[in-house]
């Protein structure tokens, strides 16, 4: 439980409210900003390779469950393994507040580097944080990253500016660099209706100025965020940002998302696009522009059931056309599902196709290709077992050919398929060998009730192959395994 802290400075943002971007402080102005426009930024320690950041929002911290921690592992040569890696929660050392039960520590996850180092930084979501005298105000805390990796050590704590009972704040989380005039990243943080963007002043650690308004989207069609993704969909070098989530109203349960993008200006909102909960961002066509791909796991009708196994949309992105925002990730979008020619396994209600998403090159050819995690899969009688699949990007976009999936039925695929395991509630391609072909990550955070496991896919010339695979759990880091859901997050 934290005591309510307001906001150390409410200022320009970069933040579009009602269709006009605000301009960044006089101070940054001329200031030197990167090009990296995309959210794959993972390096902690400056190392050149990709570390691995992992959530377990259900562990027991001093005997309070559901304080959660998070892991690091960290790349080289050989990837990522057990040796590396290191375990924080809130009564690590320099961390703000204090472990308590139903926190919730590590439930959603982002990086970045919001400081401008050079090193990759953490941010760790906690919706279920007490703002006292605030229920489930929730909260987030940055981890800074260094030469010697991440740190406790003058970690900083974000809040809602003013906390509401059930906000969840910290529920999504994603970090990007969304303008040319602030040096580092930006951070993106949503609770349940609202959108706070921060910005740390270069080589600076405190009091990030911050800006808040309601989500942006058609009236009427108000969504709860899940997820966010960023990515440059109309090319002119800065990251774009889409907030995805879930109706609420008279046709809830719909998966929708708001784009805006990222301009000199500042973030303006677009429009919304159809599709959601789950988001992630890449080329898939190799065409210069990042392609946006939605999951819906669960398409309600009008009563709220689920209609369908799951489905997955591809929007991609194009060039701009001015200063109203070009077309982005504007053209309709291309619908799969498990019943698409190709595409392994067939479509069942439940299956939650499209759960976790993940985009990244596993092969090395230049496109990038899509990882589906499908939690709610039957494996023969075992409900909810759970199951993953690959499809490839190509020149003419994202195809069936070449298709692949796994379960813990798969052949050299560690484990046995167990009810409710939900195997592929997390898929995350990532590569921390910087080979240039992405491996698997997916996480069964149901397994061993409720422990939760990892499982690691290796990738080669042919991609991903589960010749090789093993598993991880929290307990192998230091980690209190019982009821950790460890796997529920890992950071895209």
Same mark, same amino acid.
């Given at each position: 439980?934290?005591?309510?802290?307001?906001?150390a400075?409410?200022?320009a /943002?970069?933040?579009l409210?009602?269709?006009?971007?605000?301009a960044?402080p006089?101070?940054y102005?001329?200031?030197p900003g990167?090009?990296?426009a995309?959210?794959r930024?993972?390096?902690?320690?400056g190392?050149?390779?990709?570390d691995?950041?992992?959530?377990?929002?259900?562990g027991t911290i001093?005997?309070?469950?559901? @304080?959660?921690?998070?892991t690091?592992?960290?790349?080289?040569?050989?990837?990522i393994?057990?040796?590396?890696g &290191?375990v924080?929660?809130?009564? #690590?050392t320099g961390?703000?507040?204090?472990?308590e039960a139903g926190?919730?520590?590590?439930?959603?996850?982002?990086t970045?580097?919001?400081?401008?180092?050079?090193?990759?930084d953490?941010?760790?979501?906690l919706?279920?944080?007490n703002?006292?005298?605030?229920?489930?105000?929730?909260?987030?805390?940055?981890?800074?990253?260094s030469? &010697?990796?991440?740190?406790g050590t003058?970690?900083?704590?974000?809040? @809602?500016e003013g906390?509401?009972a059930?906000?969840g704040f910290?529920?999504?989380l994603?970090a990007?660099?969304?303008?040319?005039?602030i040096p580092?990243d930006?951070?993106?943080?949503?609770?349940?209706t609202?959108?706070?963007?921060?910005q740390y002043d270069?080589? #600076?650690?405190r009091d990030?100025?911050?800006? #808040?308004s309601?989500v942006?989207g058609t009236?009427?069609r108000?969504?709860?965020?899940? @997820?966010?993704?960023?990515?440059?969909?109309?090319?002119?070098?800065?990251?774009?940002?889409v907030?995805?989530g879930?109706?609420?109203g008279?046709?809830?349960?719909?998966?929708?998302?708001t784009?805006?993008?990222g301009?000199?200006?500042?973030?303006?909102?677009e429009?919304?696009?159809r599709?959601g909960?789950?988001?992630?961002?890449?080329?898939i066509?190799?065409d210069?522009?990042?392609?946006?791909?939605?999951?819906?796991?669960?398409?309600?009708?009008?009563?709220g059931?689920s209609?369908?196994g799951g489905?997955v949309?591809?929007?991609?992105? /194009?060039?701009?056309d001015?200063?109203?925002?070009?077309?982005?990730p504007g053209?309709?979008?291309v619908?799969?599902?498990?019943?698409?020619?190709g595409?392994p396994g067939g479509s069942?209600a439940?299956?939650?196709?499209?759960?976790d998403?993940?985009?990244?090159d596993?092969?090395?050819?230049?496109y990038?290709?899509?990882?589906?995690?499908?939690?709610?899969?039957?494996?023969?009688?075992?409900?909810?077992?759970?199951?993953v699949?690959v499809?490839?990007?190509?020149?003419?976009?994202?195809?069936a050919?070449? *298709?692949?999936?796994w379960?813990?039925?798969s052949?050299?695929?560690?484990?046995?398929?167990?009810?409710?395991?939900?195997w592929?509630g997390?898929?995350?391609? #990532?590569?921390?060998d910087?080979?240039?072909?992405?491996?698997?990550?997916?996480?069964?955070?149901?397994e061993?009730?409720g422990?939760?496991?990892?499982?690691?896919?290796?990738?080669?010339a042919?991609g991903?192959?589960?010749?090789g /695979?093993?598993?991880?759990? @929290?307990g192998?880091?230091?980690?209190p395994?019982?009821? *950790?859901?460890?796997g529920?997050?890992?950071?895209?």
């Open positions: 439980m934290r005591t309510y802290r307001p906001a400075v409410v200022a /943002s970069l933040l409210i009602a269709g006009a971007a605000i960044a006089s101070a102005a001329g200031a990167g090009t990296h995309d959210d930024n993972t390096d902690f320690n190392d050149g390779y990709e691995v950041l992992i959530g377990a929002p259900g001093a005997g309070r469950k559901g @304080a959660g921690y998070v690091v592992q960290y790349g080289g040569p050989g990837g393994g057990t040796a590396r &290191d924080f929660s809130q009564d #690590t961390v703000p507040g204090a472990a926190d919730g520590f590590g439930r959603a996850l982002a970045g580097d919001l400081d401008g180092d050079g090193y990759d953490a941010i760790v979501g919706p279920g944080e703002i006292e005298p605030v229920t489930d105000a929730g909260g987030a805390v940055v981890l800074w990253g030469a &010697d990796g991440l740190s003058g970690s900083d704590w974000l809040q @809602a906390p509401v059930g906000a910290g529920g999504a994603v990007a660099h969304f303008s040319p005039d580092g930006q951070l993106a943080v949503t609770g349940r609202d959108l706070a963007v921060y270069p080589g #600076t650690r990030a100025i911050s800006r #808040t309601h942006p009236p009427g108000e969504i709860v965020p899940r @997820a966010m993704t960023t990515g440059d969909y109309d090319g002119n070098g800065l990251a774009d940002l907030i995805s879930v109706t609420i008279e046709e809830p349960g719909h998966g929708w998302s784009l805006l993008f301009e000199v200006q500042g973030l303006r909102y429009h919304d696009l599709g909960p789950a988001v992630a961002s890449g080329d066509d190799d210069g522009y990042d392609d946006l791909v939605t999951g819906e796991p669960h398409s309600p009708d009008d009563g059931e209609m369908t489905v949309g591809v929007y991609y992105g /194009s060039a701009g001015g200063p109203v925002g070009a077309e982005g053209t309709p979008p619908w799969w599902t498990q019943d698409t020619s595409v069942e439940g299956d939650g196709w499209g759960a998403l993940s985009v990244a596993t092969d090395g050819d230049g990038a290709d899509v990882a589906i995690g499908a939690p709610g899969e039957d494996i023969g009688t075992l409900a909810d077992a759970g199951a699949w499809l490839r990007g190509a020149a003419g976009g994202l195809t050919t070449g *298709a692949a999936s379960d813990q039925d052949l050299n695929v560690p484990g046995t398929p167990e009810k409710g395991d939900h592929g997390q898929a995350r391609l #990532t590569d921390p910087k080979d240039g072909r992405a491996g698997l990550l997916t996480a069964a955070p149901g061993n009730a422990d939760g496991v990892v499982w690691a896919f290796s990738a080669g042919g991903v192959t589960a010749a /695979s093993w598993t991880f759990d @929290a192998a880091f230091g980690g395994r019982t009821g *950790a859901g460890y529920a997050a890992i950071d895209e």
